[in-house]
């Protein structure tokens, strides 16, 4: 079980490398849940990961059914230097839609590099933005060349994954996705009273921000409280 902290500029990739995360994603929570931070950054911090031995991963948004601009963002982030191109569904309604935007990112980023890993995440909280339910994204990744299904949440109001997927239907997205012979990712407003049951789950990638920041989602990560979630998950 790999931990993925986001950091949204250098300091913090240091601090989370420091505290012993595995897969430093770079984002800016400024512009949502996944939300895209600028090139030169993406570029900064993966040259600084590469130096420690860490994997680097990338957010292209949130985005709206828009399988050109999703393309496009996706090998921005991909030339810019990450290992993980990350692309959240928002916009997206239905499973013909999700494989449109599926087939253009992952042919954007395998045509520039076939070694670079592919992310779709879902929302658990998909019916709160009228947007495409995360079990139905195993299914629909698997007629692609995508590497890891990640389920987050959109609306940043406070909220988990737990509180808005039960346990069984985490459990079975989990599975679907190992089925279908890709990894599996885990994120959304995790906290420590949610750790017992990743750890049941035991998901490939757990993603984080919030329980490593000082004081919300919005402040410093801390290597201490990295190195606590790492403490904690190995275990």
Not at 41 to 58: L, P, Q, Y
Not at 63 to 77: D, E, F, N, Q
Not at 147 to 157: G, L, P, S
Not at 208 to 218: A, F, H, L, P, T
Request: with cysteine; glycine share 8%; charged share 25%.
């Amino acid at each position: 079980m790999k931990l993925l902290v986001s950091p949204m500029n250098l300091a913090e990739a240091f601090e989370a490398i420091e505290g012993g995360a595995d897969i430093i994603d770079v984002k800016n929570p400024v512009e949502g849940s996944l939300g895209a931070n600028f090139p030169w950054v993406i570029r900064e911090v993966a040259s600084f990961s590469k130096k420690h031995g860490r994997e680097t991963s990338a957010t292209i948004g949130d985005m709206p059914y828009k399988p050109g601009t999703a393309s496009l963002a996706a090998l921005g982030a991909a030339i810019a230097g990450a290992d993980y191109i990350k692309v959240g569904l928002f916009g997206v309604k239905d499973a013909k839609e999700a494989g449109e935007m599926v087939k253009n990112v992952v042919k954007s980023v395998k045509d520039y590099d076939s070694s670079k890993k592919v992310v779709i995440a879902g929302y658990a909280d998909f019916y709160r933005i009228s947007a495409i339910s995360p079990l139905e994204l195993p299914r629909v990744a698997a007629n692609y060349e995508v590497d890891v299904v990640m389920v987050d949440t959109a609306i940043k109001d406070g909220t988990s994954l737990f509180d808005h997927m039960k346990y069984g239907e985490i459990v079975e997205f989990v599975d679907l996705i190992r089925g279908n012979g890709m990894k599996c990712a885990l994120a959304g407003n995790i906290n420590w009273n949610n750790i017992e049951f990743v750890k049941k789950i035991k998901p490939d990638i757990v993603g984080v921000r919030s329980i490593v920041c000082e004081n919300g989602r919005s402040s410093m990560i801390k290597r201490e409280l990295v190195s606590k979630l790492v403490s904690y998950l190995k275990a």
